[in-house]
């Protein structure tokens, strides 16, 4: 159901959408012949990378070349950093580079057939460059010599990769030629600011620019679940088959507030104050939520893994500058391994319930950060890999009685890591509360959190429990690691 705008809102849409503007500047499963295709292993040594820019306002109007090899910005030289990977502008035929490429425009490169240009020539909006991303990504494999390829993307980019995969532009994901997805705030999901306004205050500021706006109507959530989508038409959701060989990340950015728009918290002024966001995309949007089975990553003992996600304070135009971010792209590009992180057990002996304000059952927040230290060898920052908060708006909360014991196995990482990688820091905090509005708690406004129980230290990469008793709680972290191939 779409979601409808308060007439009183109307105004408040037109002047954050402005900024908004200001600141951008029925499948079937694959074949059986094609089997060993999609399930062989990824090798990052013999797959290019190719990174999808995000939306501009003048892009649907520009008239330069498409299809050729740009510099990708601050997303490739980040991953470069971690990587190694040579730059495809330098070394075109090095199986695996990392590079951009540009979708805005009119001019069709030299290696397109007459049949290419005909078919581009009938598309606009994401199909179109679709359409664009997927034969350059045929011809960076044919340059040079690569066996696969990885995308990486940025805000609509993500859309137009999603878009790839679910739409098997040229055959790339029915060939099992796509390996891995690394989405930076990706409008995945289509997104709310687009899906609001459809067209009633940004089309006419366009027109009166001279801009053609037909990208913000492919982000509406009724365009994704009608043409993106297309295998069950689920919009949040990633069933399709084809991402069952495709390694998955997401980086989601937490911080609403726009630092070239006036630090204006967009989001939140549009009704999505207690929602994780970042100023221009709900983090909600920006992940693949449920998955049948077999849209599952089967590893080498059977697990079926879902897509991977990480937490990152930052906004929507300054995620990919972030080394947190792009640190774990790298690992999400390269790794044979997934670490996760969960809360298997708690005993609630203490509920340190507000004698006058607060009521059983407690709400217990369970907070946590991820930290790397083959990263901080490289970055002396030590930047947090993932962070999940109250203060973010993403910490999950779980209702106990006092005496209480439950296993949530609930999942507090999930993360992809580097194959030199021998330990992953945590810092884990458990806290009751009485005011959380995130969270659906809102029993005490004056009431501070009160702490249960932490954990914080390095731990290696191989299975493991940790338990950390207190007056208050008992609880027990598992830690498990993945072989994907």
């Known amino acids: 159901m779409r979601t409808q705008v308060p007439h009183q809102h109307s105004a408040l849409l037109a002047v954050g959408l402005s900024s908004w503007l200001i600141a951008c500047g029925g499948i079937e499963s694959p074949p059986a012949s094609q089997e060993h295709a999609l399930r062989s292993a990824p090798d990052p040594k013999n797959t290019v990378t190719i990174h999808v820019h995000g939306w501009n306002l003048s892009g649907s109007s520009k008239t330069g070349?498409?299809?050729?090899?740009?510099?990708?910005?601050?997303?490739?030289?980040?991953i470069r950093r971690f990587t190694g990977m040579p730059h495809g502008s330098t070394s075109p035929t090095a199986t695996d580079q990392i590079i951009g490429t540009e979708y805005y425009?009119?001019?069709?490169?030299?290696y397109y057939s007459a049949a290419d240009i005909a078919e581009v020539d009938a598309l606009s909006g994401?199909?179109?460059?679709?359409?664009?991303v997927g034969k350059y990504a045929r011809y960076v494999m044919q340059r040079s010599g690569a066996e696969g390829v990885n995308l990486t993307c940025h805000s609509m980019g993500c859309l137009i990769s999603h878009y790839i995969i679910e739409n098997d532009v040229e055959k790339l994901a029915s060939e099992g030629k796509l390996r891995r997805w690394v989405s930076f705030a990706g409008v995945v999901g289509g997104a709310k600011l687009a899906d609001l306004d459809r067209g009633k205050w940004l089309d006419p500021l366009a027109k009166l620019l001279g801009y053609d706006l037909i990208d913000v109507e492919h982000m509406s959530y009724d365009w994704v679940t009608d043409k993106v989508t297309i295998y069950d038409h689920k919009r949040r959701d990633g069933n399709n088959p084809y991402f069952g060989n495709i390694l998955v990340h997401h980086?989601?950015?937490?911080?609403?507030?726009?630092?070239?728009?006036?630090?204006?918290?967009?989001?939140?002024l549009l009704g999505s104050a207690n929602a994780p966001n970042d100023g221009i995309v709900l983090d909600d949007e920006m992940y693949l939520h449920e998955q049948q089975p077999s849209a599952?990553?089967?590893?080498?003992?059977?697990?079926?893994?879902?897509?991977?996600?990480?937490?990152?304070?930052?906004?929507?135009?300054?995620?990919?500058e972030q080394v947190s971010a792009q640190a774990l792209a790298s690992a999400?590009?390269?790794?044979?391994?997934?670490?996760?992180?969960?809360?298997?057990?708690?005993?609630?002996?203490?509920?340190?319930?507000?004698?006058?304000?607060?009521?059983?059952?407690?709400?217990?927040?369970?907070?946590?950060?991820?930290?790397?230290?083959?990263?901080?060898?490289?970055?002396?920052?030590?930047?947090?890999?993932?962070e999940v908060s109250m203060a973010r708006r993403n910490a999950p909360v779980l209702s106990m009685n006092k005496g209480e014991t439950?296993?949530?196995?609930?999942?507090?990482?999930?993360?992809?890591?580097?194959?030199?990688?021998?330990?992953?820091?945590?810092?884990?905090?458990?806290?009751?509360?009485?005011?959380?509005?995130?969270?659906?708690?809102?029993?005490?406004?004056?009431?501070?959190?009160?702490?249960?129980?932490?954990?914080?230290?390095?731990?290696?990469?191989?299975?493991?429990?940790?338990t950390v008793t207190t007056a208050d709680a008992v609880f027990t972290l598992h830690v498990s690691i993945e072989k994907l191939y």
Do not use: C
């Open 332 to 386: 999400a590009l390269t790794g044979s391994r997934r670490v996760q992180v969960k809360l298997s057990k708690i005993t609630l002996r203490n509920d340190k319930e507000d004698p006058f304000f607060g009521k059983p059952p407690a709400e217990i927040v369970v907070e946590s950060t991820v930290k790397y230290a083959y990263v901080n060898a490289i970055d002396a920052s030590e930047p947090t890999l993932d």
């Open 126 to 132: 994401v199909p179109r460059y679709a359409a664009i």
């Open 65 to 78: 070349t498409v299809g050729d090899d740009r510099g990708g910005g601050s997303t490739v030289d980040g």
């Open 296 to 320: 599952r990553w089967t590893t080498p003992s059977g697990t079926q893994l879902p897509t991977s996600q990480s937490h990152h304070f930052a906004n929507h135009f300054n995620i990919t």
């Open 406 to 466: 439950k296993t949530p196995n609930l999942m507090i990482f999930d993360g992809p890591v580097f194959d030199g990688q021998t330990s992953v820091s945590l810092n884990v905090k458990l806290s009751e509360t009485d005011f959380y509005p995130a969270g659906g708690v809102n029993e005490n406004l004056l009431s501070a959190p009160a702490p249960l129980g932490a954990f914080s230290g390095d731990v290696p990469l191989a299975a493991g429990d940790y």
């Open 105 to 110: 425009g009119k001019i069709l490169p030299s």
């Open 251 to 268: 980086i989601l950015a937490t911080n609403p507030k726009i630092d070239t728009a006036l630090s204006i918290p967009l989001l939140d």
